[in-house]
């Protein structure tokens, strides 16, 4: 990688996912939108953006007492600047809280995509750590559901497709359009022609205010 992997993180704080998707779809990746049921907690949490920590689990009945030791271990081993994603398709139970998120910021992480429920809702938005996940629920995950590995490649419900595989070092960027994943090895190209899109984006947006058509914004800028 020829450019810092934090300093790539803090260019993509200002890139939109829109912007992303239309550069994906250029490189003939369509399909690496996630699914309209990710949303973030809370409303206002803010944008996600970083370097993809990889857990899975599944949903399996076991004892209450000890808690989930591999679940522990997954969140010692992230990283600065990495937004871990959850997956295993949760029913119903909560994967992510609070006292989680303290952990995983206290290590450098930067916020969480959660394939399942989230709870400690307003204390997240009080620690300032963005999450997304597919759903709220005060039920927690003990004795319902474990991680049985991390920083493998996971898959996570897609917007246009089944599903959307990411692996570890990925990159995951959510704001108000939604959630989307770049492949690892593009991360430097989407997001270099992501922010030429977004600097012709703010000519545009001047020009219009300055009195220019849309008509005639078009005919000079071309489709954006």
Known sequence: MSTDPDTIRQRFLVVDSSNVADILDELGLPDQGLSEDFAPFPVDAGKLAG?????????????????????MEACAAVGPGSVSVWSGGGVGVCFFGELIALGMKERGSVGALVDGGVRDVRWLGHHAYPVYARYRTPVQSIGRWKVTGYEVPVTVPGATSRTVTI???????????GAIAIPAALVEEVLERSEAIGSTEQKIRDELSQGLTLTEALAKFGHV
């Open 51 to 71: 370097w993809a920590f990889t857990i899975q689990g599944q949903m399996a009945p076991s004892a209450r007492s000890g808690g989930d030791r591999a679940k």
């Open 167 to 177: 692996a570890p070092g990925d990159f995951v960027l959510a704001d108000e359009d």
